[in-house]
């Protein structure tokens, strides 16, 4: 199965074409937009590259419907389903005391990168305070632009696990995820999310129960407030990583025949 598009698939695509071994794939990120964000690489280069590198999968996994159907309308064949899941037992809901803190609390964790849109998150004029968990090359230029922010770089394990579960909405302002496993993780936490109604949390947040999906992030952040801990936490148990292997096993295919 090859993970990635990278170097490391190229090779290992390279290595089963030449053995004439059969293959899977799996398209995760919407590298083509990354590039042109960051480097301004031409996204009819990287999407050339993408629709070349899966072209020869046997099947090629997709963790939602709405990148199904994207893919489907670009030509991509011999699609199937891979959904995620998220560690309940390590993500659950805790104490709100780890975070000592004006309340309430809207929290991103995540990868702090111009992709990630996290400055349409910092923009707003919400009560209490906004915290940031995570760390990556945009991470100096919100520090300074945004002093008022709590910024505690990269988090792991348990500790990471605390500090969602100690925020009241989990904000994730990013319109270019295919997936967001960040949002199951703040689920499982109890912690309800804010989001924009775009690929990815509108694939998760199916029941307004646990979610809330705007145009309109602020209002999105402030009605968030409104829901209940255990719905969200209920939401997610669906979500396990028993599921997700199964649904994995059964999407691979025999090196030969």
């Not at 959904?83 to 803190?101: A, C, H, N, W, Y």
């Not at 990868?111 to 995570?134: C, H, M, Q, S």
């Not at 300074?144 to 969602?164: C, H, N, S």
Request: glycine share 8%; charged share 25%.
């Amino acid at each position: 199965h090859l993970f990635t598009e990278g170097p490391v698939g190229y090779a290992v695509r390279r290595y089963c074409l030449h053995y004439r071994y059969r293959y899977t794939s799996s398209f995760h990120s919407r590298f083509p937009e990354y590039f042109k964000m960051r480097v301004g690489f031409p996204m009819v280069v990287s999407s050339t590259y993408l629709r070349w590198f899966h072209y020869r999968s046997t099947r090629i996994m997709v963790a939602t419907d709405s990148i199904e159907k994207e893919l489907a309308g670009k030509g991509y064949r011999r699609l199937v389903r891979w959904s995620r899941g998220v560690d309940t037992d390590l993500f659950r809901p805790r104490s709100k005391d780890f975070i000592q803190d004006g309340r309430p609390v809207f929290l991103y964790a995540g990868r702090v990168a111009i992709e990630k849109n996290l400055e349409a998150f910092l923009d707003l004029k919400l009560p209490g305070t906004k915290w940031i968990i995570g760390d990556g090359p945009y991470r100096k230029v919100l520090e300074q632009k945004y002093p008022e922010v709590r910024f505690k770089g990269y988090q792991q394990g348990e500790t990471l696990a605390r500090y969602i579960a100690a925020a009241d909405v989990f904000v994730f302002p990013s319109e270019t995820d295919t997936f967001g496993n960040v949002v199951l993780e703040a689920l499982a936490s109890g912690v309800p999310v804010a989001a924009l109604p775009v690929q990815g949390p509108k694939d998760i947040i199916n029941n307004p129960k646990v979610g809330i999906l705007s145009q309109n992030l602020q209002q999105a952040a402030m009605e968030a407030l409104k829901l209940a801990p255990q719905d969200c936490r209920t939401f997610a148990l669906n979500y396990t990583w028993e599921k997700c292997t199964q649904q994995f096993l059964e999407n691979l295919v025999p090196l030969s025949g």
